[in-house]
């Protein structure tokens, strides 16, 4: 081990995929570009770190919903180009050729080309450190995509593209919740094998 500069740890550990954000404030849709985003637990809640530099934050705050939007490998160019203008002075979805659909639950749009589109509502704005919690209401997943594979910033302005996906679900059985288990948007490529450990089985309680 060798010391690495703690100014750039955040690139050690940066999260993925990077994902669209889309508002629609009145009569105009908008889209940002995301790469601080988080899971943050089983049930579908997502946390997403912006604020009011943003043209989307208005709307967030306003409207109090918007789509996570999936976008893959192949749209690397328009998902720097969405985090690189901004919603005050462009149309975004004109400008990179994006086709906005109406979704079930909130006036923000779907991304049609994108691998998968999560509808959700704002249950917290936490301003200290410009989080904004979401609450996912409806997901949709592409039919048949063209590519899977999605986008990750390593937030040096480079980015990691999906590689193999390695089936552990067996030795995390006791971890993942059921209706996890089956992945029909990205199939693992390489199953397990031979039923390995169970280290997160539970024991007996107590
Ligand atoms: C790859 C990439 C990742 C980004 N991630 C974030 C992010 O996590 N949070 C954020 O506030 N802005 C992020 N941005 C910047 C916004 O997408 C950018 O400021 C955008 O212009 C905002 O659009 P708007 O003004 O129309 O809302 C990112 C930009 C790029 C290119």
Redesign the pocket.
């Known amino acids: 081990m060798r010391p690495s500069p703690l100014r750039m740890a955040f690139t050690l550990i940066e999260p993925g995929p990077?994902v669209l954000v889309t508002t629609r404030d009145g009569e105009r849709n908008?889209i940002?570009?995301?790469?601080?985003t988080m899971v943050v637990d089983f049930t579908p809640r997502f946390a997403?770190?912006?604020?009011a530099?943003?043209?989307?934050?208005r709307a967030l705050k306003r409207t109090r919903e918007c789509v996570i939007a999936i976008p893959t490998a192949d749209q690397l160019d328009e998902?720097?180009g969405?985090?690189?203008?901004?919603?005050?002075d462009t149309d975004?979805f004109a400008k990179f050729g994006l086709t906005p659909m109406p979704g079930k639950l909130v006036a923000a749009p779907l991304i049609r080309e994108c691998l998968a589109n999560i509808e959700c509502r704002v249950i917290d704005i936490v301003r200290k450190h410009d989080i904004v919690v979401l609450e996912g209401i409806a997901a949709h997943v592409a039919a048949s995509p063209r590519e899977r594979r999605t986008l990750h910033?390593v937030g040096d302005g480079t980015f990691v593209v999906d590689g193999r996906k390695l089936d552990r679900r067996r030795q995390m059985a006791a971890k993942v919740p059921a209706g996890a288990r089956s992945c029909a948007l990205r199939p693992p490529q390489v199953s397990c094998p031979t039923p390995g450990p169970r280290p997160f089985e539970r024991g007996p309680s107590p």
């Open positions: 990077v908008n940002m570009t995301i790469s601080w997403i770190t912006t604020g530099w943003n043209y989307s934050f998902v720097v969405i985090g690189t203008c901004s919603g005050a975004k910033a």
